[in-house]
């Protein structure tokens, strides 16, 4: 079984244990369309967090959960990610030895128009405003650009944000 990580879950413990490489999923991009109201922000000061929109393509990384952990990741992975924001699916994704399907979590076409950090300035104050029970937003964009990193993969727009954000 394959999981599709595009964000946080890159780095998550739940997949320590997992092979990760290199994918691609065709079809949606990675954008901040969510907010944390706990992880990482609050109620007062929601932190906005990637989720995957349609349109365009986004590198992220394929975990292969060996067949002895698989029950255990996805009631774990199905807890924190299994929100009224998102949806779990199956996608396929290009590895290099070819397409695979993974499961991955997708945002619910009805909460695309819930948040919009066009305003990059705004985006960057939310981020740094932001402080939940796993850490700020700074520390969540940090989180994501280290686990792209790790398994060399960048994406110019998280980038930018963490070069606003952490001058």
């Given at each position: ?24 999923l ?9 907010v ?20 365009g ?6 975990f ?18 299994g929100t ?50 796993v850490?700020t ?20 727009e ?10």
């Amino acid at each position: 079984m394959l999981i599709f990580g595009y964000g946080s879950l890159m780095g998550d413990n739940a997949l320590r244990d997992c092979r990760g490489q290199r994918a691609l999923l065709r079809g949606y991009h990675r954008s901040f369309n969510h907010v944390s109201n706990l992880r990482w922000g609050t109620s007062e000061h929601p932190c906005p967090i990637f989720g995957l929109s349609p349109g365009g393509e986004c590198w992220g990384v394929a975990f292969e959960v060996p067949p002895q952990s698989q029950r255990a990741v996805m009631r774990r992975l199905e807890r924190r990610e299994g929100t009224d924001e998102r949806r779990q699916t199956r996608v396929k994704v290009e590895l290099p030895e070819g397409p695979e399907e993974a499961w991955t979590w997708i945002t619910r076409p009805e909460r695309l128009d819930g948040y919009s950090w066009e305003d990059r300035a705004l985006l960057a104050w939310a981020l740094q405003s932001a402080h939940g029970i796993v850490g700020t937003g700074a520390e969540y964009v940090r989180t994501v650009v280290h686990a792209l990193e790790l398994h060399g993969l960048s994406d110019p727009e998280v980038q930018a944000v963490w070069e606003r954000i952490s001058a």
